[in-house]
């Protein structure tokens, strides 16, 4: 049985015209995140196979208290964000699934440097990416090349390539010698 948590939701604009970010008073998934390109990505999320039965979803990206959701080109967000404002408001006050809990991985020993740049990028990048409905997650360090991914909004965004380069490559390299590029792992 499920019952009723008194869920609101507002739609907030991301930086990327064919996203939009829906923000809740609770949250769906503390400290992870998950990018959906497609409905078959989505095989471990009722929330987003049921986000993709609306014909204009091309993605779907959740993270803490919102949902990202990336539209085709054809529709305008006048059209649609009051219907889908709507559809997460009554799913996430059901209390339905949001995700289907993984299995916990082993953590590796991981090096200094790999320590300092993740610390950077949790408290200085992080925040402002999730503010514009989107996420960034360390992939890798070698060689000298940070390699992230860029998800949710940030995902084709135009500025996330600035964003990239002119950030937080930047703010890396100063912070950590050891760092010569960042780089974005192209899903």
């Not at 999730?130 to 998800?151: C, L, Q, W, Y």
Request: proline residues 5%.
């Amino acid at each position: 049985m499920t019952t009723e948590r008194n869920i609101t939701v507002y739609a907030e604009s991301t930086p990327n015209p064919n996203s939009m970010k829906f923000v809740m008073n609770c949250m769906l998934l503390p400290n992870e995140s998950v990018d959906f390109r497609n409905v078959s990505d989505a095989s471990n999320s009722p929330f987003a196979q049921e986000l993709f039965n609306f014909p204009f979803v091309n993605g779907v990206f959740i993270m803490n208290n919102f949902v990202s959701v990336t539209k085709s080109e054809n529709v305008e967000w006048i059209e649609v964000t009051s219907e889908l404002r709507e559809f997460i408001k009554k799913y996430v006050d059901s209390g339905k699934t949001i995700i289907e809990p993984k299995q916990e991985l082993t953590v590796e020993e991981e090096n200094e440097v790999i320590i300092k740049i993740k610390k950077l990028l949790d408290d200085h990048v992080k925040p402002a990416v999730e503010m514009d409905g989107g996420a960034i997650d360390f992939i890798d360090f070698s060689d000298g090349i940070v390699t992230v991914s860029m998800k949710g909004a940030c995902s084709g965004c135009p500025s996330s390539t600035l964003t990239l380069k002119a950030g937080i490559e930047n703010l890396l390299k100063r912070m950590v010698p050891e760092v010569q590029a960042v780089e974005a792992e192209m899903g």
